[in-house]
C-alpha cells in the first residue's frame, strides 16, 4: 500500500560489496580539524581525533530496493492542545515536531537575517509568522557532534560525539527515543551525521527512529547524486546517477535533468511520511544536506541567478579521493567543478527554501499547522568548501569567521519556529539558547518528564512569550570557546585567554582580556566544570 510513487521504483538488488571504511576514515581526518585561529586546544588533538574517531567500518548487507512502504494507518484525533503552561498538558492530540537542519548555512544568508543576494522568501515568511532567535548556537562548529548535541540535549562537555564522523554509544539517549517511547512516531530523513549504517547501535532506527532515508554516512552525505541512499535497512539504488558528470568534471544532471537530486528525494520523502503520520504525534527531523559542500542545482533553480550575471571563479575539477569505490563513481573524483559557484550557492538555499514551504504548506493544508512547532536551523557556519565567495554572499553577517572557527561566525547560527495560535507573529528573541536545548523543548511539548542528567534547558516559555518564566543558561561550553552572560572566552592569545563583550563587539575584534583579569578567572573556570 504505498503512497510514495518514487519508492516503486524497482532497482535490482546490488552486489556491490562497499569498501567504504578507508573512505570514512580519511573523510573524518580531513575534515575533523577544527584548526582555525581560535586553535587553543584544552582537549588534546589526541583525544579529539580519540573522542572522534573514524568511521566505524560497519557495512550493511545489501539489500534489495524497498519496494513499498508499510506505514500503518492510525486513529483520527483532531483535538488541539490548550497549552497554558510552560509544558504542555497530556491533551489528547499533542503537538507534532518537524525540526528542518540546515548544513553549513551561515548566519547572514536568510533574508529575514539581513541577506541581500540569497533568496529565502519562505524562510523569510516563516520568521514573519513565528519567531526569530538571534541568539541560536549550534552544537560545535563542524557536522557531527553539533548533530550529537541535537539529538541528546548534552554538551562538548559531555557529549560522546566531539569529532566529525563519531557514532552514538549505545548508552546514548536520543530525542526520538524519547519521543517514541511517548508514543510519536518518529522519522529522520537526509544526512544522519553520525555513523550508524543499518544494524549499527548508532544508526538512526537504533535510536528511536521508525522509519529514516537519506545519507548513513557524513562523507557519503557530501554528494548531491548519489548512487543510492538507505530506506531502513534497505538500500534505495540510483543507477541514473551513475557517471553523470563531464570529462571536465560538471554534472550534465543540472543542464539535462538526467538523475536524481538527493535534496528532491528528501522532500519528497518527507512530504510522503507527512501525510502517511497525519493523525498521530508526529517528530519528523528533516536534516537536509543544503548548502554543504558540493556545489550542484537542477537547472530550475540555477536559472534565475544566473541571469544576475554575478562575478564568478569557477571551481576546476576536485583532485579527488582514494578509495571510496563502493560509494560510487563521484567519490573518486572528489567534488564536482562549477563553473558558476555563486549562482549555484545561491540556488541551492532557495531551492531548500522553496521545499520547506512546501512542507509548511502541507501542514496547513492537512489542518495541521497550528498543531505543529516547526523549527528550522543550520548545525554550524558557512564554509567556500564549495566553491562559493563567502564574502560576495557576507555569509556570517555582523559576525566573524565561519565553520570550523569558535568565534560567533562557526556556533551561532539562524532558528525560526513556527506555531500558529501559539507563538506570536514577527517575534524575535534574543534568549540564548543553543541545540542542547532541543531535547528538554520536545519533552516539554510532549508532556514527558526531561531525563535529569543533561545540560539543555527548555525553550518553550520563550515560543510561548513567557520570558519571564525563561530560564537561563549560567554558560555555553564548545571545548574551545565558553560563553557566560555576555562574555565569550577563547584559550589563546598574548594574556592566555581572549575575552570579547559580546552586547558591544559581537564581531569579537577587541580582546578584554587584559582589562578584566577577574572575569577571565571567573570563566575560565567553565572549560573544566562542563566536563563534570
Ligand atoms: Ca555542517
Ligand atoms: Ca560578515
Same mark, same amino acid.
Given at each position: 500500500m504505498t503512497r #510514495?510513487?518514487?519508492?516503486?521504483?524497482?532497482?535490482?538488488?546490488?552486489?556491490?560489496?562497499?569498501?567504504?571504511?578507508?573512505?570514512s576514515a580519511l573523510i573524518a581526518l580531513a575534515s575533523s580539524g577544527v584548526a582555525g585561529p581560535d586553535a587553543g586546544l584544552p582537549l588534546s588533538s589526541a583525544e579529539f581525533v580519540a573522542q572522534g574517531g573514524a568511521g566505524s567500518g560497519v557495512?550493511?548487507?545489501?539489500?534489495?530496493?524497498?519496494?513499498?512502504?508499510?506505514?500503518?494507518?492510525?486513529?483520527? %484525533? %483532531?483535538?488541539?492542545p490548550t497549552a497554558t503552561s510552560a509544558s504542555v498538558p497530556n491533551t489528547s492530540r499533542r503537538p507534532n515536531i518537524v525540526f528542518i537542519l540546515a548544513d553549513d548555512l551561515g548566519y547572514g544568508e536568510l533574508g529575514c537575517y539581513g541577506q541581500e543576494k540569497i533568496k529565502t522568501p519562505r524562510l523569510d515568511r516563516m520568521a514573519e509568522e513565528g519567531m526569530r532567535f538571534t541568539c541560536h548556537y549550534a552544537g560545535f562548529t563542524v557536522c557531527s557532534p553539533s548533530r550529537c548535541a541535537l539529538m541528546t540535549g548534552l554538551h562538548m562537555g559531555h557529549a560522546s560525539v566531539k569529532g566529525n564522523g563519531g557514532a552514538l !554509544? %549505545?548508552?546514548?539517549?536520543?530525542?526520538?527515543?524519547?519521543?517514541?517511547?511517548?508514543?510519536? !512516531? +518518529? =522519522?529522520?530523513?537526509?544526512?544522519?551525521?553520525?555513523?550508524?549504517?543499518?544494524?549499527?547501535?548508532?544508526?538512526?532506527? &537504533?535510536?528511536?527512529?521508525?522509519?529514516?532515508?537519506? #545519507?548513513?554516512?557524513?562523507g557519503f552525505a557530501h554528494f548531491y547524486y548519489p548512487e543510492f541512499l538507505w530506506r531502513n535497512d534497505q538500500k534505495v539504488l540510483y543507477p541514473e546517477n551513475h557517471n553523470l558528470r563531464t570529462d571536465d568534471g560538471q554534472y550534465v544532471a543540472d543542464v539535462d535533468k538526467k538523475g536524481s537530486y538527493a535534496h528532491d528525494e528528501f522532500t519528497t520523502e518527507a512530504l510522503g511520511?507527512?501525510?502517511?503520520? !497525519? /493523525?498521530?504525534?508526529?517528530?519528523? $527531523?528533516?536534516?537536509? +544536506?543544503?548548502?554543504?559542500?558540493?556545489? +550542484?542545482v537542477p537547472r530550475d533553480s540555477l536559472e534565475p541567478y544566473l541571469k544576475l550575471g554575478w562575478p564568478e571563479t569557477p571551481k576546476l575539477i576536485d583532485k579527488g579521493n582514494n578509495g571510496g569505490g563502493g560509494y560510487g563513481s563521484q567519490y573518486k573524483r572528489g $567534488? =564536482?567543478?562549477? &563553473?558558476?559557484?555563486?549562482?549555484? $550557492?545561491?540556488?541551492?538555499?532557495?531551492r531548500m527554501d522553496r521545499d520547506i514551504g512546501r512542507i509548511l504548506d502541507l501542514l496547513d493544508e492537512l489542518?495541521?499547522?497550528?498543531?505543529?512547532?516547526?523549527?528550522? *536551523? *543550520?548545525?554550524?557556519?558557512? &564554509?567556500?568548501?564549495?566553491?562559493? /565567495?563567502?564574502?560576495?554572499? /557576507?555569509?556570517?553577517?555582523?559576525?566573524?569567521g565561519g565553520k570550523r572557527s569558535m568565534q560567533e561566525g562557526g556556533i551561532r547560527v539562524p532558528m525560526i519556529a513556527r506555531w500558529p495560535g501559539k507563538i506570536e507573529p514577527g517575534t524575535v528573541s534574543d534568549h540564548p539558547s543553543a541545540f542542547w536545548d532541543f531535547l528538554p523543548t520536545a519533552c516539554d511539548l510532549a508532556g514527558i518528564e526531561t531525563p535529569g542528567n543533561i545540560d539543555g534547558i527548555s525553550y518553550l516559555p520563550e515560543l510561548l512569550g513567557k520570558s519571564d518564566a525563561q530560564k537561563k543558561h549560567e554558560y555555553f561550553y564548545w571545548i574551545w570557546a565558553v560563553r557566560a552572560g555576555k562574555w565569550k572566552l577563547h584559550p589563546g592569545g598574548p594574556n592566555k585567554f581572549r575575552l570579547y563583550d559580546l552586547e558591544k563587539d559581537i564581531a569579537e575584534k577587541h580582546d578584554?582580556?587584559?582589562?578584566?583579569?577577574?572575569?577571565?578567572?571567573?570563566?575560565?573556570?567553565?572549560?573544566?566544570?562542563a566536563k563534570q
Open positions: #510514495y510513487p518514487r519508492f516503486l521504483k524497482t532497482h535490482r538488488p546490488t552486489t556491490i560489496v562497499l569498501a567504504a571504511g578507508l573512505f557495512e550493511g548487507t545489501p539489500h534489495p530496493a524497498a519496494t513499498a512502504s508499510d506505514l500503518p494507518g492510525g486513529e483520527v %484525533k %483532531k483535538e488541539h !554509544k %549505545k548508552e546514548d539517549v536520543t530525542v526520538a527515543m524519547l519521543l517514541k517511547e511517548a508514543g510519536y !512516531k +518518529t =522519522c529522520m530523513i537526509g544526512k544522519w551525521g553520525l555513523v550508524g549504517r543499518p544494524g549499527h547501535p548508532g544508526s538512526p532506527n &537504533s535510536k528511536g527512529f521508525d522509519h529514516w532515508f537519506g #545519507y548513513d554516512n557524513q511520511w507527512i501525510r502517511e503520520n !497525519k /493523525d498521530r504525534p508526529f517528530f519528523l $527531523y528533516l536534516p537536509y +544536506t543544503i548548502p554543504h559542500a558540493e556545489l +550542484t $567534488y =564536482c567543478a562549477q &563553473s558558476h559557484p555563486n549562482a549555484t $550557492y545561491a540556488g541551492m538555499i532557495t489542518g495541521l499547522g497550528e498543531n505543529t512547532l516547526v523549527i528550522f *536551523s *543550520s548545525d554550524n557556519g558557512p &564554509s567556500p568548501e564549495g566553491g562559493q /565567495d563567502v564574502e560576495f554572499f /557576507d555569509s556570517n553577517g555582523p559576525l566573524s578584554l582580556s587584559g582589562e578584566f583579569p577577574e572575569v577571565v578567572e571567573r570563566i575560565s573556570k567553565y572549560f573544566e566544570k
